[in-house]
Structures are given as C-alpha cells and as structure tokens.
C-alpha cells in the first residue's frame, strides 16, 4: 500500500515562495509518475505539475516558469518550488503518484495574501 504524506504549505505574501514536499512510502516510487494538483474553494481539482520517472515534466499554463517540480529517488520524495506566488495560488494541494493506479496524498493549503 502506498501512502503519500504532503508538506510545506502555509501562508506567504503574493510574491514569496514555498517549497512543498511528499514523501511516499513503498517501492514503485521510482517508477512512477508523480503530480501535484491543487483545489480552490468552489473550484474543481486542476493539474499543476507532473514528473515522470525519466525526469519529463509538464506543468499548468497558469504556473510555468513560476513553479518548478522536481524528485529525488533516494528519498522517495516529490517536490513543487512555488516563486512569485499569486492569490489565485490559493489552494489545496495534493500529492499524486500513478503507476498501475493512483495514489493520492491529503493534501496541505497555501494561502497566499495580496
């Protein structure tokens, strides 16, 4: 069984930055896919970033060159570098992992201030 467990989030002024981490238990980290997504109240669970374990990553029209996504497979760990953030960042967000099916982590909110 595969468990993801986010960290990281929490408030900052529009134009700081976070860094988010998910650490994932098991041992097909490697071979998986990993995702960040992010949920807003009143707004439906929307793509933010995604790493293959080739290390291709592809992100959200509405994050590139703001956010960086990147893994370390030593520490089965996924992580989301957030820089100039914006209100509309506000969100939940959660850790993905998909190899045969998908995993989901709980997520952790970012609030960002203007």
């Known amino acids: 069984q595969v468990q993801l467990v986010e960290s990281g989030g929490g408030s900052v002024q529009a134009g700081g930055s976070l860094r988010l981490s998910c650490a994932a238990s098991?041992?097909?980290?490697?071979?998986?896919?990993m995702g960040w997504y992010r949920q807003a109240p009143g707004k439906q669970r929307e793509l933010v970033a995604t790493?293959?374990?080739?290390?291709?990553?592809n992100y959200a029209d509405s994050v590139k060159g703001r956010f960086t996504i990147s893994r370390d497979n030593t520490k089965n760990t996924v992580y989301l570098q957030m820089n100039s953030l914006k209100a509309e960042d506000t969100a939940v967000y959660y850790c993905?992992?998909?190899?045969?099916?998908?995993?989901w982590g709980k997520g952790t909110l970012v609030t960002v201030s203007s």
């Open positions: 790493i293959t374990s080739g290390d291709s990553t």
């Open positions: 098991g041992s097909i980290f490697s071979i998986s896919t």
């Open positions: 993905n992992l998909m190899v045969f099916r998908t995993y």
